[in-house]
């Protein structure tokens, strides 16, 4: 948090404690904006172009207008480089909210508020231990494939997960298929054949979980998109998540229980695959 010196809001760079947000802006009274984070190496933001094409199909959805990706590019930019992120990598938090509203569901029109923000990204482990949580995603409702500030579940899912001794929580859906975690996407192996959730399930369209998806085909690696039983996943020989930050991180147990005999072969070739991709490709 140190290193948190400067943000972007609304054209403007500053400290937090003088970003000025209003108390009627409807991302904080009832939730309604949208968001993206990216990784940052040596002073620019990785697959920029995919995280922006998500955040405008998420304001469309929410009805915000989203900015310009060359406006974007700028805050970025900016923020990066008044907090000297050029020799390390850094976590970028893009908001989108519906600015000053009234007190209610209804929507204000005085504009959008628009922050960047940046901080030292999460240190993960080798593996994660997940937790199933006892309530669903909803596969048919109103958010599903948008990435809304509204994340309260999420934190409550969370909290939970690393209450029972886990670090990832983990959600199936009203069909009592397994969707998603509360920030990541999953894949498994099932008989041998790699397998991921697919976005009819409830899941986000990860921007991680598509490069995996394009990594596999270019590995020659079949991946099977189709509807998985929440039970399925204890049974996996393996598994990993998929998210911005974590990249590829193999699943360690699922509710305590060791999932295979540790991180899979198939596992270990995307995680180094995907991360000699990153290393190579800046926006692929």
């Not at 959805?61 to 990706?69: D, F, R, S």
């Not at 209610?104 to 508020?113: A, W």
């Not at 940046?118 to 997940?130: L, N, R």
């Not at 069909?175 to 041998?192: A, K, M, T, W």
Request: aromatic residues 4%; contains cysteine.
């Amino acid at each position: 948090m140190e290193r948190e010196t400067s943000i972007w809001i609304n054209g403007r760079l500053c400290i937090p404690e003088q970003a000025g947000i209003s108390p009627f802006d409807h991302g904080l009274t009832v939730g309604n904006g949208v968001f993206e984070t990216l990784i940052a190496r040596a002073g620019t933001a990785y697959a920029l172009t995919r995280h922006y094409k998500r955040l405008c199909h998420s304001a469309e959805v929410m009805g915000l207008a989203p900015p310009t990706l060359e406006v974007l590019r700028g805050a970025i930019g900016a923020v990066l480089e008044a907090n000297d992120w050029a020799g390390t990598a850094a976590r970028v938090r893009i908001t989108l909210t519906g600015g000053e509203a009234p007190l209610s569901s209804d929507r204000g029109g005085k504009g959008e508020t628009l922050i960047v923000a940046s901080m030292v990204p999460p240190v993960y482990g080798e593996t994660v231990d997940v937790a199933i949580m006892p309530f669903t995603r909803n596969e048919t409702g109103a958010l599903v494939g948008v990435k809304s500030t509204s994340y309260a579940e999420n934190v409550i899912a969370l909290a939970l997960a690393k209450k029972e001794g886990a670090g990832e929580a983990i959600f199936g859906n009203t069909q009592h298929q397994l969707c998603e975690g509360s920030g990541s996407n999953v894949f498994l192996v099932l008989d041998d054949h790699l397998v991921t959730p697919p976005l009819s399930s409830g899941c986000l369209a990860g921007v991680t979980r598509a490069l995996v998806l394009e990594l596999c085909a270019r590995e020659g690696i079949p991946v099977d998109r189709k509807p998985v039983p929440l039970t399925a996943l204890a049974g996996a020989e393996e598994g990993f998540l998929t998210s911005t930050t974590r990249e590829v991180q193999p699943i360690g147990s699922v509710d305590g229980v060791p999932l295979g005999e540790g991180p899979g072969e198939l596992t270990m070739q995307l995680r180094t695959a995907f991360r000699e991709w990153a290393a190579r490709e800046v926006d692929p």
